[in-house]
């Protein structure tokens, strides 16, 4: 089975703390995503990568960053924490490259709270 | 750009009832895929289900089922005989096909389901 970890399952940080939310899959996958989840909005994408060092910006990349220096992890980037990014960020990956027509595979997700 | 629209926040049905989750889609490309995930309270997002636009046949995943209508851009799921573990948020998703550079997942807003007792 695939599987897809994050670093932290909750995370409390203060206003202007630089944020990393580490994520790693086992699988191979070509693909990864980090995304964050809000009541009455859904998943939004912020970023996405199809290949080590890739990076292409999602809907709302504005005040994250990301860093695919191995294959198998994504790192999303939080440079300066608001309390606007008080959210849930999961991750995701997928096989097929450079489509993501493919399954995605999240990860459990980390509930982020900005202090 | 795209748009997938879940229209019913909440819903409940008790145990071993039909129920049908309904998901409406806006877009003007021909080849696209369509998915519902399921995310149960404090678990991992997974898969429920998944259909290729080309394909006329409804896809079917056991008690899950598909009715895919491509002219209303309707694609709504049923689910059969409920068991508690199907309580959960879903999502209906939609990306659009072969296009390099471009294919980004785009997500209802989510149903919440309650199965009851």
């Known amino acids: 089975d695939v599987k897809v970890t994050q670093s932290s399952r909750y995370l409390v940080k203060r206003t202007g703390e630089k944020v990393f939310l580490e994520c790693v899959q086992d699988?191979?996958?070509?693909?990864m995503f980090w995304y964050r989840q809000d009541p009455g909005l859904g998943l939004r994408l912020i970023y996405f990568s199809y290949d080590v060092k890739m990076k292409e910006k999602g809907d709302i990349p504005e005040g994250y960053s990301v860093s695919r220096e191995k294959k198998e992890r994504f790192s999303l980037i939080l440079e300066s924490a608001s309390t606007n990014q008080t959210s849930m960020y999961l991750c995701?990956?997928?096989?097929?490259?450079?489509?993501?027509?493919?399954?995605?595979?999240f990860g459990p997700g980390t509930r982020l709270t900005v202090l | 750009a795209q748009t997938v629209t879940q229209s019913q926040p909440e819903m409940s049905v008790q145990e071993a009832e039909t129920v049908t989750l309904s998901c409406t889609y806006d877009t003007s490309e021909n080849n696209y895929y369509l998915f519902w995930y399921k995310q149960p309270p404090s678990r991992q997002m997974i898969l429920v289900i998944r259909q290729e636009a080309y394909k006329q046949q409804n896809a079917t995943e056991n008690r899950f089922s598909v009715n895919f209508q491509k002219a209303a851009k309707s694609f709504s799921l049923k689910i059969s005989d409920s068991q508690l573990g199907d309580t959960a948020m879903y999502f209906c998703a939609f990306i659009q096909g072969a296009n390099f550079g471009n294919e980004k997942l785009t997500f209802g807003t989510g149903t919440r389901l309650t199965i009851i007792p």
């Open positions: 995701a990956s997928s096989l097929t490259a450079p489509l993501s027509t493919d399954t995605q595979y």
């Open positions: 699988m191979d996958h070509e693909n």
